[in-house]
């Protein structure tokens, strides 16, 4: 009988090898985060308690199509959008600040093409019809290393049927009065669901003229080309109560209850 042998790959045409795998995985991961989903940590609590500081939310690119913003860097390879389909009124969407093109903010699309839309005495109204208000009650939002968040919650009820909740810390603030705003054609109309602490299309910088409040951060009406994504799934989720070398902390940091829990 004859004895096999076993030849080892040479020390460089292994690393070669490892070398062409990892190629292969990054091009995997771009391509998908570049066209199917992309990864947004949320810095803010513009949107609690929907999305709190600390959630790691997935994006879905192509629920609306494809613009410029995109593509990583906004590469402007096109204008307008293709394979485009427009959002529904309710979805939370990932968009580039029409300001500058570039800051990735995400709010809940509130007012489509062709809406009017205003706030009376902290009240909704589209096409001149209040939205269904009902109250959740007094709320407490914990925000881990920061003050907690206390207010109200009611349920917001939109006039297709679709429900969320949002949350009013104080009676009157700033954009709970506001002149009606009527979103121009290919343009939307977004607004955080923590309504006394986002800044949204409600406010815009002072050139920007028309019935916004004039805010240096604001957003304004923001163009079809500027969405990026809609927001589907949180699929992590930290407090930031322990730093990345706190590993000890970890399991009590992480909020184990929205882990893998949809974007309503």
Same mark, same amino acid.
């Given at each position: ?21 990892? &190629? ?23 949107? !609690?308690?929907?999305?709190?500081? /600390? =959630? ?40 580039? &600040? ?12 509130? +007012? ?19 939205? /269904? ?11 881990? =290393?920061?003050?907690?968040?206390? +207010? ?14 949002? *949350?009013?810390?104080?009676? !009157?603030?700033? /954009? =709970? ?23 949204? %299309? ?15 951060? +604001?957003?304004?009406?923001?163009? %079809?080309?500027?969405? @990026? ?5 949180? *699929?992590? %989720?930290? =407090? ?6 706190? @590993? ?13 829990? +949809?974007?309503?």
């Amino acid at each position: 009988m004859t004895a096999q042998s076993t030849t080892l790959p040479k020390p460089h045409s292994l690393l070669a090898e490892v070398a062409r795998t990892l &190629l292969y995985a990054l091009a995997i991961v771009m391509v998908v985060r570049a066209l199917l989903w992309q990864p947004f940590n949320i810095p803010s609590a513009s949107m !609690a308690e929907t999305l709190l500081p /600390g =959630d790691y939310v997935g994006v879905s690119k192509f629920a609306y199509g494809y613009s410029r913003y995109s593509l990583p860097g906004g590469l402007g390879l096109f204008s307008g959008r293709i394979f485009g389909a427009d959002p529904q009124r309710g979805d939370v969407a990932v968009f580039k &600040l029409p300001r500058d093109n570039a800051t990735d903010y995400i709010k809940r699309v509130i +007012g489509l093409p062709g809406d009017r839309i205003q706030m009376k005495r902290g009240i909704l109204h589209i096409n001149g019809q209040p939205v /269904g208000m009902k109250p959740l009650g007094e709320a407490v939002i914990a925000m881990g =290393d920061g003050p907690a968040l206390r +207010g109200k919650r009611y349920l917001e009820t939109l006039p297709d049927g679709r429900s969320y909740t949002i *949350f009013d810390k104080y009676e !009157a603030s700033a /954009g =709970d009065n506001t002149a009606e705003y009527v979103v121009p054609e290919g343009h939307y109309f977004m607004l955080g669901d923590n309504r006394d602490d986002s800044t949204d %299309s409600r406010f815009a910088p002072k050139s920007s003229g028309g019935a916004f409040i004039e805010n240096k951060d +604001g957003v304004g009406f923001v163009p %079809s080309e500027n969405l @990026v994504g809609r927001a589907d799934t949180i *699929f992590f %989720s930290a =407090d930031g109560t322990a730093g990345f070398l706190d @590993v000890w902390n970890w399991p009590s940091a992480i909020r184990w209850d929205r882990i893998f829990g +949809g974007v309503e």
